[in-house]
C-alpha cells in the first residue's frame, strides 16, 4: 500500500525541529530531519523572538527533509508577527514572556468584566493571550503601521508560500474568538478597539495553504509543486491530536515548556467555576475543545539548568530520584514563575514562604520541581473532571517530558492513576497524521490513535506509593 512522506515543522518555545512522518494505511514512523534551539533574546525593547533564525532553521530542516508530499507547521500559541502594506515583517515578534502586558488585564477588564470575557471567549486569564498584547501595544508605532497581524506559523507559511491565513486552533489561543460559533467574536474586538482587519481569513485543519514559493524551492533543492496543508497550527492542538486514547475516558498531560493538562470535550464549560478554577477552552480539531489548564510545566527546570550551567540532564534526574519525596513544594501554576531568570532563587523564596525547608542543591531543587508539577498535574486533572462532569481511568501523558520517567511515575502516584507515556514529539505526529489524513491516508481521529497506539512505543506507570502524602502535600499549598 501506498507510504507518503509529509514534513512536519514544529516549533516549541525551547526547540524547533522538522520532521518527516512516513505514514501508510497501518503505518507510521517519524524521524528528526533537524533540530535547532529557539533562543529569545533581550533587547532594550524587551524580549522577543529570533524569528529569521526559526525561518533559517525551517529552511535548513525542508533541505534535509528531502522530497515531501506536503508540509505541515504548528508552533507555540499567542504571539504574532505585524506586517507592514509592502507585506514586510515590522520588527521581531514579541516573547508572551515580556513584560508589556503586566497591569494591561486591569484595563481590559474595566471595559469588559473578566466574567464577560470568559462567557464570550472561554479562554483562562493569562497576561499573554493575544487580546492583552494588543491592548498593551495600542498606542505603539508598530500597530499604527501594520496592515496585517500573522500568528507565528501563519507567519512562516506565508513566507513559505505567500498566501495569508489564520489557522483557528491557534486563533482560539488570541481570546478573540467564540467557541460556541467558532468565528470571532466581534463585539469583544470592537469594544477593545481591536481590529479584526489585522486578521487574514480564518482557515482550518485541512484547508490547503498554497505551495512553496520558487525561492524556498531553490534554497531547499525541492522540486515542486509541494503543499503546504494547514494542520492544528497550535501546537498543543495538533500534540492533543496524537494522543494515543483508546477510549473516552482519559485525561491528557501535554508536557514540554508548559504543562497543559485537561480533557477533550465536545462543547465548552463556561461556567463560572470554570473561570475561577482557571480552565481554558481552547478549539481543538473536528469541533472538539481542548479543555485545559497551563501549568508552569518544565520551564520550571529550564530554567533552573540554564542558572546553572547547563549540567546533565540525566545526573540531575538521578540526584532528584535519591531526594526525599514531598518534602517542599510549590504552586506551579503560579504565574509569578512566567518571567525569566533566577529560578532556583524563586523556587527557594516561595518555599520559605510558606514555611517548608528550603531546597539547597541542584537535586533538591530539581526534587521540588517534579513534585510541584505531579502534583499540579494531580489537581488539573481531578477538577477538570468534576467542572467537566467527565470522569476518567487514565492519564496520556505526552511531549518532551515523557523523556522524563521520574516525572511520568510521580504524576501516577500523584493523580492515583494509571499514566501512559508517549508519543514523546506528540505536536509533531499530530502535525503527520492531520496532513495524512488530508491526503486521504487515515480516516478520523478515533482511528488516528488507534494507528497511533499500534505504531507508537508507549510506556505505562502504575500508581504508587502513599495517596494521603499528596493530600497532604496539596493541603500545604491551600
Ligand atoms: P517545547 O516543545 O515546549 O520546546 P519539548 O516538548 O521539546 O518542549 O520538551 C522539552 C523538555 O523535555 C526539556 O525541557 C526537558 O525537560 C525534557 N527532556 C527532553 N529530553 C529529555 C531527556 N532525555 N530526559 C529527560 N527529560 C528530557
Ligand atoms: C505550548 C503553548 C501553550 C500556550 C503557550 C503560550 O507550547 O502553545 O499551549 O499556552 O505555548
Not at 377 to 387: F, W
Amino acid at each position: 500500500t501506498a507510504v507518503k512522506s509529509y514534513a512536519a515543522v514544529d516549533l516549541g518555545a525551547s526547540s524547533g525541529r522538522v520532521m518527516v512522518g512516513r505514514a501508510g494505511r497501518d503505518s507510521l514512523e517519524l524521524v528528526e530531519a533537524h533540530r535547532f534551539p529557539n533562543r529569545p533574546v533581550r533587547t532594550p525593547e524587551g524580549l522577543r523572538w529570533d524569528v529569521l533564525s526559526l525561518y533559517a532553521g525551517v529552511l535548513d530542516g525542508l533541505k534535509a527533509a528531502g522530497q515531501v508530499d506536503s508540509v505541515g507547521i504548528d508552533s507555540w500559541a499567542v504571539d504574532y508577527g505585524l506586517l507592514d502594506a509592502d507585506g514586510a515583517l515590522l520588527g521581531n515578534p514579541v516573547h508572551y514572556r515580556d513584560t508589556r502586558t503586566e497591569g494591561v488585564a486591569e484595563k481590559v477588564w474595566a471595559t469588559v468584566p473578566a466574567a464577560e470575557l470568559y462567557a464570550a471567549t472561554g479562554l483562562q486569564y493569562a497576561p499573554f493571550n493575544t487580546l492583552y498584547q494588543l491592548v498593551a501595544a495600542r498606542s505603539s508605532a508598530q500597530l499604527a503601521h501594520a496592515e496585517r497581524l500573522l500568528l507565528i506559523p501563519d507567519l512562516l507559511s506565508y513566507w513559505l508560500t505567500g498566501e495569508f491565513g489564520t489557522e483557528l486552533t491557534n486563533a482560539s489561543t488570541t481570546q478573540l474568538i467564540d467557541p460556541g460559533t467558532r468565528d470571532w467574536s466581534y463585539d469583544v474586538a470592537q469594544r477593545l478597539g481591536i481590529d479584526l482587519k489585522l486578521f487574514a481569513p480564518l482557515r482550518r485543519p485541512g484547508d490547503p495553504a498554497g505551495l512553496l514559493q520558487q525561492r524556498v524551492l531553490e534554497e531547499t533543492g525541492l522540486t515542486g509543486p509541494v503543499p503546504v496543508t494547514t494542520v492544528g497550527s497550535h501546537d498543543t492542538a495538533s500534540a492533543m491530536a496524537a494522543v494515543p486514547a483508546t477510549g473516552e475516558r482519559f485525561a491528557y498531560i501535554c508536557t514540554g515548556t508548559w504543562s497543559l493538562a485537561g480533557l477533550e470535550l465536545d462543547a465548552p464549560v463556561l461556567t463560572e467555576a470554570s473561570r475561577a478554577a482557571n480552565f481554558t477552552n481552547e478549539l481543538g480539531l473536528d469541533d472538539t475543545v481542548r479543555y485545559l489548564r497551563n501549568i508552569m510545566g518544565l520551564w520550571l527546570l529550564q530554567e533552573c539548568v540554564r542558572e546553572w550551567g547547563n549540567p546533565d540532564l540525566g545526573e540531575l534526574l538521578r540526584a532528584a530520584a535519591g531526594v526525599l519525596a514531598l518534602r517542599s513544594v510549590v504552586d506551579a501554576g503560579d504565574s509569578a514563575f512566567l518571567a525569566p531568570g533566577r529560578m532556583p532563587e524563586r523556587i527557594a523564596e516561595a518555599c520559605r514562604k510558606s514555611g517548608q525547608p528550603v531546597p539547597e542543591t541542584p537535586g533538591e531543587v530539581t526534587r521540588c520541581i517534579l513534585d510541584s508539577l505531579a502534583l499540579a498535574h494531580r489537581r488539573a486533572v481531578a477538577e477538570a473532571q468534576s467542572l467537566a462532569d467527565h470522569p476518567v481511568d487514565v492519564v496520556h501523558i505526552v511531549g518532551g517530558g515523557t523523556r522524563n520517567a521520574l516525572l511520568c511515575q510521580l504524576t501516577a502516584d500523584a493523580c492515583g492513576l494509571p499514566v501512559v507515556a508517549g508519543p514523546a514529539e506528540a505536536a509533531a505526529l499530530g502535525n503527520v497524521l492531520v496532513q495524512a489524513r488530508t491526503h486521504g491516508l487515515v480516516g478520523d481521529r478515533a482511528s488516528m490513535r488507534r494507528l497511533l497506539a499500534r505504531t507508537q512505543p508507549l510506556v505505562r506507570y502504575e500508581p504508587q506509593g502513599d495517596a494521603a502524602a499528596w493530600r497532604a502535600a496539596e493541603a500545604r499549598l491551600a
